[in-house]
């Protein structure tokens, strides 16, 4: 749920979210409909039915209690396996995300901003960080704290706990770093013609008017309500592959002639 949206948003979400699906066997009885309208809101609506589909085989195959196991979930890559299994489960691993990216790269790498290719050195280093006994799975949370507070991508290294140790900080100080507009590459997004928008904003337009029509919607009303400039000739094709794609991810459903909800 926090990919992409802001924890104050989240919140709301998550708690909605735990009252309709309050454990693991009520998720995996959900149909596509269901999750599809309590993420409404939350955009990269794949993910509701992946959390889902997690679900069934949490179900079927019982709780993983390793970071391994997790991960041999579809849809849980490394970092997400690495945080349920410290803070659930209070393992000794290092969930590597952009925050614990940037400390620890500044920290220990000497670098001002560091990239993703960088993950595997860091993680190399976990016992360097993570204490071998007593409290090791707050280390991370206490790093995340350090870097939404301080370790900014502007830090304020003057009040950092790290000052005398950081090989950054006098950098940083004095000036002589500069500090990029985006430290972390952003994925390219497919933009048909002169639109404004990613085709993932119109897609989600789409699914929005499926969502909320109870009797479904016509293909040829859908165009005009998901962009104001829609131009039959130019834009059908682009429209119909945004179409074939919802259905593909069994987001939408066609019924006599007719785009649904997928059940």
């Known amino acids: 749920m926090l990919q992409q949206t802001q924890v104050d948003r989240v919140r709301l979400f998550y708690q909605a979210w735990l009252k309709q699906f309050p454990d693991w066997k009520t998720l995996a009885k959900a149909s596509n409909k269901d999750v599809i309208r309590a993420w409404a809101g939350l955009g990269y609506n794949r993910r509701a039915l992946m959390l889902r589909d997690a679900a069934k085989q949490v179900v079927q195959n019982g709780l993983p209690h390793t970071k391994e196991a997790w991960q041999s979930i579809k849809g849980i890559g490394p970092y997400t396996a690495a945080a349920i299994s410290v803070f659930a489960q209070k393992q000794r691993h290092l969930p590597i995300d952009t925050n614990i990216r940037r400390v620890l790269g500044r920290?220990?790498?000497?670098?001002?901003?560091?990239?993703?290719?960088?993950?595997?050195?860091?993680q190399s280093m976990c016992d360097v960080i993570l204490p071998k006994s007593?409290?090791?799975?707050?280390?991370?949370?206490?790093?995340?704290?350090?870097?939404?507070?301080v370790c900014t991508k502007s830090p304020t290294c003057s009040v950092c706990p790290f000052k005398s140790v950081c090989p950054m900080s006098n950098k940083f100080l004095s000036g002589a770093v500069r500090i990029q507009k985006q430290s972390i590459n952003r994925a390219k997004e497919t933009k048909h013609r002169n639109k404004p928008y990613p085709d993932r904003i119109y897609r989600g337009r789409i699914l929005k008017q499926v969502r909320e029509s109870k009797t479904g919607v016509r293909h040829h009303t859908l165009g005009q309500l998901i962009d104001p400039t829609f131009d039959k000739n130019l834009d059908t094709q682009?429209?119909?592959?945004?179409?074939?794609?919802?259905?593909?991810?069994?987001?939408?459903?066609?019924k006599q002639k007719r785009l649904l909800l997928k059940s």
């Open 107 to 122: 920290l220990l790498l000497n670098k001002p901003f560091v990239q993703p290719k960088d993950d595997e050195k860091l």
């Open 134 to 149: 007593g409290n090791f799975y707050d280390v991370p949370q206490a790093i995340f704290d350090l870097a939404t507070m």
């Open 238 to 254: 682009w429209f119909m592959a945004m179409i074939d794609r919802l259905i593909k991810d069994e987001l939408i459903e066609q």
